[in-house]
């Protein structure tokens, strides 16, 4: 019996030796290594005439404590709202100031690393800020959006530390890359259907429609189209908005002198400073007279439009004060053509000249009567 005993103690310290020897392993075991991922954030065509209003790519599949860095090429911003509604872009004028953009929208808040709750908002984009990064911390899928551009989404889905990876990040790349030139073609296209289009106003002018960009499908044409329009005085222009992501101003001004600036910082003794929108309301009227003159549509938005009238010959240069110098306009405005006369000129100041056709019959018949009486004598 003691051998029996001495036997099966031994077999249960092996046992558990072994148990310790893989307890110890796994222990000792090094985790595996967070990665950290790109994502890019908008894009635009060589020319600057298409930009993309996407994250590319559109939807990015990570581990849980992995990091995603955000790369801006353009103006956006990267912004988790974990169920709650957006704020506001612009707040409206208040303590003597005109419109302004919201801080919440304009400043970083919440990071570095998300769980799916809360805040997160890397901010407006700048030299200093060109990149954005979170570390995802929780499996699950978390929607995000760009505040300043609606329609533009984008997700990451999550998944428990340790999972197989679908996608590496070249192929992460690629994806994002195909997206991308989908979205420029989509853009180009709108550019070459977008026409110039007129119909008869009155007294004899024209009224003309140019289309003030345009977009859709997450992506947005930043030109005037056509850029360059021929009228005559007294013809009227108007630009109808037609893009779900953007914003756009038509404003004239002195092509001599610096555009007046959209966005203006007044510093706040606490907190971050006001960004101010002097001009996004209507300024100067809508009767365009003066080439140096000031006339501005204000902010147009999606389904929007304005109409200027052109009253005097010239040349008038005009941008959007929000994607100048890249989006700018011109308008030639020709003298008007004479009215063409509905009756004859008066020719005195007497009574109304005798109807043509009376005068030549009475002329014919007295060179007849003469005929007759010239036969007679001789």
Not at 2 to 11: E, F, H, K, P, T
Not at 130 to 138: N, W, Y
Request: contains cysteine; aromatic residues 8%; proline residues 9%.
């Amino acid at each position: 019996m003691s051998r029996l005993i001495v036997r099966l103690l031994c077999g249960m310290l092996l046992a558990l030796a072994m148990c310790g020897g893989a307890f110890a392993s796994d222990a000792t075991r090094p985790a595996q290594a967070a990665t950290t991922w790109q994502v890019d954030v908008g894009g635009a065509s060589q020319d600057g005439a298409v930009e993309a209003q996407a994250f590319l790519p559109t939807s990015i599949t990570i581990n849980a404590g992995d990091k995603i860095t955000w790369m801006f090429r353009s103006f956006h911003t990267v912004t988790f709202l974990s169920g709650a509604p957006p704020p506001a872009i612009i707040l409206p004028p208040s303590g003597g100031n005109p419109p302004s953009v919201n801080s919440a929208v304009a400043f970083p808040a919440g990071g570095p690393n998300y769980d799916g709750t809360g805040f997160v908002n890397s901010g407006f984009p700048s030299e200093q800020a060109s990149t954005f990064s979170l570390t995802f911390t929780k499996a699950g899928t978390y929607a995000y959006v760009c505040l300043i551009h609606p329609g533009m989404d984008g997700t990451v889905v999550v998944q428990t530390a340790g999972s197989a990876y679908p996608k590496t990040q070249a192929q992460v790349d690629a994806q994002g890359n195909a997206e991308f030139f989908s979205k420029l073609q989509f853009g180009t296209k709108l550019i070459a259907d977008a026409k110039l289009t007129s119909k008869p106003g009155p007294n004899g002018t024209t009224n003309y429609t140019v289309h003030d960009g345009g977009g859709g499908n997450q992506a947005s044409i930043l030109r005037f189209v056509p850029v360059e329009v021929t009228v005559k005085a007294g013809d009227n222009i108007t630009w109808v908005m037609n893009d779900p992501h953007e914003i756009h101003t038509v404003t004239f001004y002195d092509a001599s002198g610096k555009p007046p600036e959209f966005l203006e910082t007044k510093p706040q003794q606490n907190g971050p400073p006001l960004l101010l929108l002097p001009h996004a309301g209507p300024e100067g009227g809508t009767s365009v007279a003066d080439p140096k003159g000031f006339y501005n549509s204000g902010i147009q938005a999606n389904g929007q439009s304005y109409t200027f009238s052109f009253p005097n010959p010239g040349t008038y240069n005009y941008i959007c004060l929000v994607h100048g110098p890249i989006m700018t306009g011109k308008i030639t405005v020709e003298a008007a053509a004479a009215p063409k006369p509905s009756t004859l000129p008066k020719t005195g100041d007497g009574a109304p000249a005798a109807p043509l056709l009376p005068l030549a019959a009475g002329a014919l018949l007295l060179l007849l009567l003469g005929t007759i009486l010239v036969r007679r004598r001789a």
